[in-house]
């Protein structure tokens, strides 16, 4: 039996450690799993972000705004869903609820209309969460794990 080539058995090793690695990673909503998933990534990155569950966002809008306005300052932003239901292991729903991109001058309203018409996208559940996040704009490649 020929010797297996230093080249493969680093590919081989590679693609067992990246398997195990997806492996430990659990899905939960799209905020979770993305910070889940953070560590693993060696050739890309996700961008920054912060997340607000439904009763925040309920409850205390004017105090979730004002963490975006810190958070984000004169950035592009994307407002998106994270609910309970979406990214399963088995079942994406990818494009099932809204993401508002926010671009130049946004205003307080604009902001809190579109933190309303996501979350409202979700239907109210405990669970559910709206994600706000650096707006990338110019992006080689996307997609659901």
Not at 69 to 96: C, P, W
Not at 102 to 122: E, F
């Amino acid at each position: 039996m020929r010797k297996e080539s230093k080249a493969k058995w680093l590919y081989r090793s590679q693609k067992k450690l990246t398997e195990r690695r997806r492996r430990q990673i659990k899905f939960g909503t799209k905020a979770e799993t993305l910070a889940r998933s953070k560590p693993y990534l060696t050739n890309s990155c996700i961008p920054f972000f912060i997340v607000f569950d439904q009763i925040e966002v309920s409850k205390s809008l004017n105090s979730v705004i004002d963490k975006i306005l810190v958070n984000f300052r004169n950035k592009e932003i994307i407002i998106r869903s994270s609910s309970e239901h979406e990214d399963k292991e088995n079942d994406s729903q990818a494009g099932k609820y809204l993401s508002i991109p926010l671009k130049g001058n946004y205003t307080k309203k604009n902001i809190s209309d579109s933190i309303r018409l996501v979350s409202n996208s979700m239907g109210p559940s405990k669970g559910n969460q709206v994600i706000v996040q650096e707006y990338v704009p110019d992006i080689e490649m996307s997609g659901v794990i």
